[in-house]
């Protein structure tokens, strides 16, 4: 009965880039999960990264066109492992001692960003976005663009904040350098920047142009630390809430 479903998948996904199709090809997990460029043992046990387009289906890497990051406003993690940005405690599946300073947040971003694992219902730990991560990712993938998704989760807040860059024992790290053993990002202390929040239910808008401008100056920040274009931001679960920026 399957007989007939089986290719030579090699063949065929060439096949089909030869004769002129668009192709599209999504990267299963995080990069950070990537079980060579992420944070080893706390991996998965695939390439993640855009590396796999020519390592799991087999083509060659000059006929990827572009390459685009799909990065949360804020960032969350699965299971254990350094988390230099997170903000949730024990009560939300995390690690952060029980009611220390932002854990009202966390719980905040886990609730209303639904963050709860699909396959595994566990609890996703939830932090402020972690420019450094979002930089090392650029630098093993090559984005072209970034998707800025859940902007919405961050509407009520008075105040949003930023970790653009990681320090260790008082030394900040340059763009792009990511602690090489796990007990080194351990001992990383994040250095933030605090932006205005907007208040405002952003569910409703239709276009980039009609967001807050706090929200927008959000977005123009993250492209600023990172040297990302931002092509689309998403600010509800629906297809038509993923407004396009530029691409």
């Known amino acids: 009965q399957t007989q007939d479903m089986i290719v030579d998948g090699v063949q065929y996904v060439n096949e089909a880039y030869n004769s002129g199709k668009k192709l599209i090809s999504e990267g299963a997990n995080a990069a950070m999960l990537d079980v060579d ?9 695939s390439t993640t990264t855009s590396g796999g387009i020519a390592t799991g289906l087999g083509l060659a890497p000059q006929k990827i066109d572009s390459v685009i990051g799909v990065v949360k406003a ?3 993690r699965v299971g254990w492992g350094p988390f230099p940005t997170e903000l949730t405690d024990d009560t939300c599946g995390g690690m952060v001692e029980r009611g220390a300073p932002g854990t009202d947040i966390g719980r905040h971003l886990q609730e209303v ?4 694992g699909v396959t595994t219902g566990r609890k996703r730990r939830c932090g402020w976005l972690d420019i ?3 930089r090392y990712g650029n630098m093993v993938n090559g984005y072209t663009s970034v998707n800025i998704t859940k902007l919405d989760v961050l509407d009520q807040l008075d105040e949003v904040q930023i970790c653009k860059a990681y320090t260790i024992n008082g030394q900040e790290l ?3 350098v990511m602690p090489s053993t ?3 990002l351990d001992r990383v202390e994040p250095v933030y920047e605090t932006l205005p929040g907007w208040k ?6 239709k276009s980039y142009d009609s967001l807050p ?4 100056k959000y977005i123009a920040r993250i492209e600023e630390l990172t040297g990302i274009p931002v092509s689309w931001v998403g600010t509800g679960p629906e297809r038509e809430a993923m407004l396009p920026k530029g691409f």
Request: glycine letters at 8%; charged letters at 20%; hydrophobic letters at 30%.
């Open 74 to 76: 804020y960032t969350t």
């Open 213 to 216: 401008e706090n929200a927008k």
């Open 200 to 205: 405002e239910d952003i569910s409703q808008c």
């Open 37 to 45: 460029f992420g944070t080893y043992p706390f991996v998965t046990s």
């Open 132 to 134: 450094p991560v979002v």
């Open 174 to 176: 340059a763009p792009g």
């Open 113 to 116: 960003g639904f963050e709860i």
């Open 182 to 184: 796990i007990d080194e």
